[in-house]
């Protein structure tokens, strides 16, 4: 890549916010490789920041530059999304070895019950199923063949918990039957803690570390009445401020989610920055509340990832939203709430 690219004072003049998800404990990226990345490919990325000179700020001081104006060249902020153990287990360590500071915007229910996450979990058992078919009458009605039924399987399994109003304790419990049914051994995966949150031993670590951890509501909600989402961001500061000792001013809206109006009720709650699944870098001129970002998934080349380094992908009309179109669709407000994220909504028993 030029070098002149990396200078530029359109770039200079801008932020890059790096959304994660996942780094993978075993073969995540394989079931969901726009979620998670190996931790061989988040290696070469910072490496790749170190390599072309980038700047990485932790986020506050990188929006706080971006505003002023001073923002050193190359400016990249890491954000993490939702708070899995694997942040603490495989991306932290690579973090360490560049010094590279981050922020994890951490949902709190699946961190205090720390079970493995209701959906990615449901799905990542059924992609893993050596089994040919899934055969459970009660809850998917006729045997469903695999793996090519993957997606009805999984939409059937998630319909029957809504139907039957299954409490978050139920449905781990129905997570032992699935994974029984399917033939995957489930011991392994909780003893790895695979697509577990962050508990709050390991929150505490990281934050004492000066990792940055803030707002991403408690149950990776966003609910169209504002009592409620007031209700979900205090309950999921509280925790967070309880276990990093440090006040949380900085959002993510689960999801990607950006309902009308609320990013200026978040403004007049002491909220700083919202960070949001469109893809692109913000500039000045960027609402502080509806910063944009790039999502680093495992299907984006080299040569793509510094074209977003140098902002060069902001060029090419149809990057930006091919990364990000099943984001778009939920700014647009389109899908039943229940089923927009792999966090789904859980009942608190
Ligand atoms: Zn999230």
């Known amino acids: 890549m030029s070098t002149w690219l990396f200078s530029t004072d359109w770039r200079k003049s801008r932020l890059l916010i790096l ?37 990485i700020l932790p986020l506050a001081e990188g929006v706080d530059r971006l505003y002023k104006g001073t923002l050193p060249p190359r400016s ?22 560049f010094s590279a500071p981050a922020t994890v915007y951490q949902t709190t229910y699946y961190s205090e019950f720390n079970r493995p996450v209701f959906d990615p979990m449901c799905s990542y058992l059924v992609w893993k199923s050596p089994s040919s078919r899934l055969d459970w009458p009660e809850v998917t009605g006729a045997a469903i063949q695999l793996p090519e039924g993957r997606a009805k399987a999984v939409a ?16 781990d419990l129905l997570l032992l039957e699935l994974a029984g049914r399917l033939g995957v051994e489930m011991e392994t995966l909780l003893r790895r803690r695979i697509l577990h949150l962050m508990n709050a031993k390991e929150i505490r670590e990281i934050a004492a570390a000066g990792i940055d951890v803030q707002l991403h509501t408690h149950r990776h909600v966003a609910p169209s009445r504002n009592e409620a989402l007031w209700a979900e961001v205090d309950e999921n500061r509280e925790h967070i401020e309880r276990l990093t000792g440090r006040t949380a001013t900085h959002f993510c809206y689960p ?18 920055t919202g960070t949001t699944a469109r893809a692109g870098l913000a500039s000045r001129t960027s609402d502080p509340l509806l910063l944009r970002r790039v999502f680093d998934t495992c299907s984006m080349t080299e040569v793509e990832f510094e074209g977003w380094l140098t902002g060069v992908e902001c060029f090419l009309p149809r990057r930006p939203l091919a990364q990000s179109s099943r984001y778009d669709d939920l700014f647009a407000g389109q899908q039943d709430e229940r089923c927009l994220d792999r966090l789904c909504r859980v009942d608190p028993t």
């Open 19 to 55: 959304c994660y998800h996942g780094v993978s404990l075993d073969d995540e990226h394989l079931w969901d490789p726009s979620m998670h990345l190996s931790p061989e490919v988040f290696r070469s990325r910072l490496k790749c920041l170190r390599d072309n000179q980038c700047a």
């Open 76 to 97: 990249v902020v890491l954000t993490f999304d939702d708070g899995f153990h694997d942040f603490h287990a495989a991306a932290w360590p690579i973090l360490k070895e």
């Open 156 to 171: 059937a399994i998630k319909s029957y918990c809504l139907r039957e109003k299954l409490s978050a304790r139920d449905k």
């Open 255 to 272: 999801s990607g989610i950006v309902r009308p109006g609320v990013p200026e009720l978040l403004r007049q709650r002491g909220v700083v």
